[in-house]
T-cell receptor
Framework: EAGVAQSPRYKIIEKRQSVAFWCNPISGHATLYWYQQILGQGPKLLIQFQNNGVVDDSQLPKDRFSAERLKGVDSTLKIQPAKLEDSAVYLC??????????FGPGTRLTVL | GNSVTQMEGPVTLSEEAFLTINCTYTATGYPSLFWYVQYPGEGLQLLLKATKADDKGSNKGFEATYRKETTSFHLEKGSVQVSDSAVYFCALSLDNYGQNFVFGPGTRLSVLP
């Protein structure tokens, strides 16, 4: 079966610019997660969707980050405007109801 | 709050050495426990998991036992290979829908030939 797809794989922008990341989960997986992984640290959950509803966005910096999951399938994470400290790998994961998450390859963002 | 603590890395071993990576957790409920592995340039992959006390998860020669009395889930392998070089993350989840999923900081393992 196909895994979690993410694009782009790499992105370099200047601070105050905007950027968007795309994720396509494994077919049939109702739950989708976005994580931020700063170099040398474990992934930090930004937002969790169950179908197209938000389950947890308590750690999402809502003044600059937004995410949506239209039709309960694909998802987009946006940063506007970006700051230097947003430089990280953004990971998307999906799961069925048995709490095993499958991760995509991630998008490495560099903010200059 | 919920948290996961891992031994600091990097851990450097020779091929065929015994590996232990310590993991302890703090949780408000009764979590499921996981080990994920991240190979260079790749996303995280589930290595093994355990959902209740005294369960042993195992995969690819790695093992970890869920110890409720010590709130631990230490990862072990009897004989490591160069191909095991990666970052290992301990994690917990507090419900069957993966909510409250918390990762530890990761432990980098380097295995030398």
């Amino acid at each position: 079966e196909a895994g979690v797809a993410q694009s782009p794989r790499y992105k370099i922008i200047e601070k105050r610019q905007s950027v968007a990341f795309w994720c396509n989960p494994i077919s049939g997986h109702a739950t989708l997660y976005w994580y931020q992984q700063i170099l040398g640290q474990g992934p930090k959950l930004l937002i969790q969707f169950q179908n197209n509803g938000v389950v947890d966005d308590s750690q999402l910096p809502k003044d600059r980050f937004s995410a949506e999951r239209l039709k309960g399938v694909d998802s987009t994470l946006k940063i506007q405007p970006a700051k230097l400290e947003d430089s990280a790998v953004y990971l998307c994961a999906s799961s069925e109801s048995y709490n095993e998450q499958f991760f995509g390859p991630g998008t490495r963002l560099t903010v200059l | 709050g919920n948290s996961v603590t891992q031994m600091e890395g990097p851990v450097t071993l020779s091929e065929e050495a015994f590996l232990t990576i310590n993991c302890t957790y703090t949780a408000t409920g009764y979590p499921s426990l996981f080990w994920y592995v991240q190979y260079p340039g790749e996303g995280l992959q589930l290595l093994l998991k355990a959902t209740k006390a005294d369960d042993k998860g195992s995969n690819k020669g790695f093992e970890a036992t869920y110890r409720k009395e010590t709130t631990s889930f230490h990862l072990e392998k009897g004989s490591v290979q160069v191909s095991d070089s990666a970052v290992y993350f301990c994690a917990l989840s507090l419900d069957n829908y993966g909510q409250n999923f918390v990762f530890g900081p990761g432990t980098r393992l380097s295995v030398l030939p």
